[in-house]
């Protein structure tokens, strides 16, 4: 059975250090996510992307993230300059359509020290 | 913004019990899911209800969605130890992407 993967499964980084988590969506799936779950905290929406381009963004998801797809397998989420306030757990998702249900990969543990 | 309310948040049961867990909204929701997540992993679907007063089931599962697509409950019927684990229901809205906003989460452990 297709499922999304992502890589690494744990990043530990300096504050201040950029860091690039890396997720390859379910192949003929054509709508791409990112959420995180801080330790204890409920899961929130960052980003949505289709077609090359940014559908929605949340608060969160201010200029230090970008997203990018550079090639038709890899989807990135890619965080300038960590803050220790970005330690969490960052999902990636994706769906076939816009109105379908999404399926999650298994998440990077990002630790900012 | 939109906000989903998951009730309760930890339920501690013995097997063979029923429960219900519940995911209410004051806002409409295009479709709503729910996803069992185990630790350190992501969330894994379970269903996914659409319409207004829609009923799923999945085994020993029971999904229903409110008629006003602002709620939802998951009933599990005789509960075993394998059903140990956090549940989390999500709406998506259609108006925004699709992007899911999810409740809290129900720790639930199953007693054998």
């Known amino acids: 059975e297709p499922e999304v993967t992502q890589t690494p499964s744990h990043q530990v980084t300096q504050m201040g250090q950029e860091v690039i988590l890396r997720c390859v969506p379910i192949?003929?799936?054509?709508?791409f996510y990112w959420y995180r779950q801080i330790l204890g905290q409920k899961v929130e929406f960052l980003v949505s992307?289709?077609?090359?381009?940014?559908?929605?963004k949340s608060e969160i998801f201010d200029d230090q993230f970008s997203v990018e797809r550079p090639d038709g397998s890899n989807f990135t989420l890619k965080i300038r300059s960590t803050k220790l306030e970005d330690s969490a757990m960052y999902f990636c998702?994706?769906?076939?359509?816009?109105?379908?249900?999404?399926?999650f990969g298994p998440g990077t543990r990002l630790t900012v020290l | 913004t939109q906000l989903l309310e998951q009730s309760p948040q930890f339920l501690s049961i013995q097997e063979g019990e029923n429960l219900t867990v519940y995911c209410n909204s004051s806002?409409?929701?295009?479709?709503l899911q729910w996803y069992r997540q185990e630790p350190g992993e992501g969330p894994v679907l379970l269903v996914t209800?659409?319409?207004?007063?829609e009923v799923k089931k999945l085994k020993r599962l029971t999904f229903q969605f409110g008629d006003a697509r602002k709620d939802s409950s998951l009933h599990i019927t005789a509960a075993q130890p394998g059903d140990t684990g956090l549940y989390l229901c999500?709406?998506?809205?259609?108006?925004?992407?699709?992007?899911?906003?999810f409740g809290g989460g129900t720790r639930l452990m199953v007693k054998p």
């Open positions: 806002s409409v929701f295009s479709s």
């Open positions: 998702a994706s769906t076939r359509g816009r109105y379908n249900e999404q399926f």
């Open positions: 192949s003929n799936h054509l709508y």
């Open positions: 999500a709406g998506a809205n259609n108006n925004a992407g699709n992007m899911l906003t």
């Open positions: 209800v659409v319409t207004g007063g």
């Open positions: 992307f289709y077609n090359n381009e940014i559908s929605e």
